[in-house]
């Protein structure tokens, strides 16, 4: 914007005093900064802000977190939800913290379901937490993801490291291991008509993926939160087999560290050395046990999510961690249904007001006629996020009404804008009724969410 040479011709053609001048001066700063700061709103609606950022928790032990995910990656017969065959399309099924507490010297397995609704730190959009991963470019981005979003939902707590595997790789760990005792508690039929009998046997690589597989298969809890609980099930058994054998440590790591297996982790051998004396002074065999339990209910147009009990969330981060937590907001089957009514639709305008701001600003010169329009189409887009804030804090239908009539003015005015810049593109205010494929709401909108 051209401040200084508009106010001299201004002043030139019209000989206004100094004091006139002094005056042009500071309303055109104020448009321009009031412009220049259009973008640096910071919502508490998770769903606006794409700046998110985990507040770190402080305990008053001393922990170590490791956070598991295995990738439901494998080969014929083990192939994930829909039969994906590229890992980069696949999910981890199988969430969980290993909280290990120096101070105490005792271990907790902390899950959370996949299917967990949740928000991922600094990607704008909703998803499902087992496809935080999935919101990259590469997968140590992903990975990451995975972290900041399992860390915001256990009331952030520093997660330290993490172990990533998929399924070929679970079974190589198995048989690495020499498989482990294992009392189970159904009888159930896995894949080629492989049968497993109620009671204790012994389970090889084979034998430990199917129980972490058994799901829809399963006689007793045939659900993700009965195959989330055989998940911490299976693993406090290898644990305790590694713990019984640190030889077998070194094998294991040896069987899944080739290129046949999808591993990361950025544990180093300063981590092992830790691990490794803390196991010396893990006497008790018991393992903690928790997971972030919720209702499993179908919502946003055909998905089906876990929504966190909020109560029983606080109860564990304090029972395992010692830390009085707040409820996460933005997460309930309550504002899903707000959302499918009416947010997506207001989320989306506001969006698509940033697109055209965003253009308008790589203007190289504006009339003071755009400069004009741009102020009021500004003020319209703050007023419409103070006003989708406050709707999807109450959902009342007075605060719904306020957004709406506050959009009309903003489409009203974002289309003057469009057309006095001459904005290239086909745009519209309404998406085509499928929110995760929206790229205006769901960053990452070409996740396949099966």
Not at 351 to 370: D, G, I, N, P, R
Request: proline content about 2%.
């Amino acid at each position: 914007m051209l401040l200084y040479k508009e106010v001299f011709i201004l002043k030139e053609m019209t000989r206004i005093d100094q004091n006139k001048v002094f005056a042009v001066l500071i309303t055109l700063l104020t448009i321009w900064l009031s412009f220049s700061t259009a973008f640096a709103i910071e919502s508490k609606n998770y769903l606006l802000s794409e700046n998110s950022k985990v507040e770190l928790a402080a305990t008053s032990d001393k922990f170590f977190n490791i956070l598991l995910l295995g990738v439901d990656f494998g080969k014929p017969g083990y192939y994930g939800s829909g039969g994906k065959k590229h890992f980069a399309d696949c999910h981890t099924d199988s969430i969980m913290v290993i909280s290990i507490n120096i101070d105490k010297i005792t271990v907790d397995l902390v899950s959370i379901p996949r299917d967990t609704l949740t928000y991922v730190p600094n990607i704008r959009g909703i998803y499902k937490l087992n496809a935080a991963i999935n919101c990259a470019k590469t997968i140590e981005e992903g990975i990451q993801n995975a972290v900041n979003a399992a860390s915001w939902l256990l009331g952030g707590i520093p997660i330290d490291r993490y172990f990533v595997v998929d399924m070929n790789a679970v079974i190589a760990l198995g048989d690495a291991i020499g498989g482990v005792d294992f009392n189970m508690d159904m009888a159930y039929t896995a894949s080629y008509d492989r049968k497993y009998h109620k009671g204790m046997q012994h389970l090889d690589g084979l034998g430990i993926m199917d129980y972490l597989r058994a799901r829809g298969n399963a006689t007793i809890g045939a659900n993700d939160l009965g195959r989330t609980d055989r998940n911490r099930k299976m693993i406090s058994a290898v644990l305790k087999k590694l713990h019984s054998d640190f030889s077998l440590i070194p094998k294991a790591l040896a069987a899944i560290n080739t290129e046949k297996h999808h591993v990361y982790t950025n544990i180093d051998q300063e981590d092992m050395l830790l691990l490794m004396l803390v196991a010396l002074r893990f006497d008790s065999p018991s393992i903690g046990s928790h997971v972030l339990t919720g209702k499993y209910i179908n919502a946003l147009r055909g998905w089906n999510f876990t929504f966190t009990d909020q109560q029983h969330r606080l109860d564990v981060l304090k029972e395992v961690y010692g830390i009085d937590a707040e409820p996460i907001p933005y997460v309930s089957k309550k504002y899903t249904k707000w959302l499918e009514d009416i947010g997506f639709t207001y989320a989306r305008h506001i969006f698509m007001a940033e697109k055209l701001l965003h253009f308008a600003q790589s203007s190289s010169s504006t009339t003071s006629e755009q400069q004009d329009l741009l102020a009021q189409f500004i003020g319209s887009y703050n007023e419409m996020i103070k006003a989708f804030e406050q709707a999807a804090d109450t959902m009342s239908s007075a605060d719904n009404k306020t957004m709406r009539d506050i959009g009309k003015q903003l489409k009203v005015l974002g289309d003057k804008v469009a057309a006095a810049f001459h904005y290239p593109e086909k745009y519209s205010w309404r998406g085509n009724g499928y929110w995760y494929r929206d790229p205006l709401i769901n960053e990452y909108y070409d996740i396949k969410w099966y």
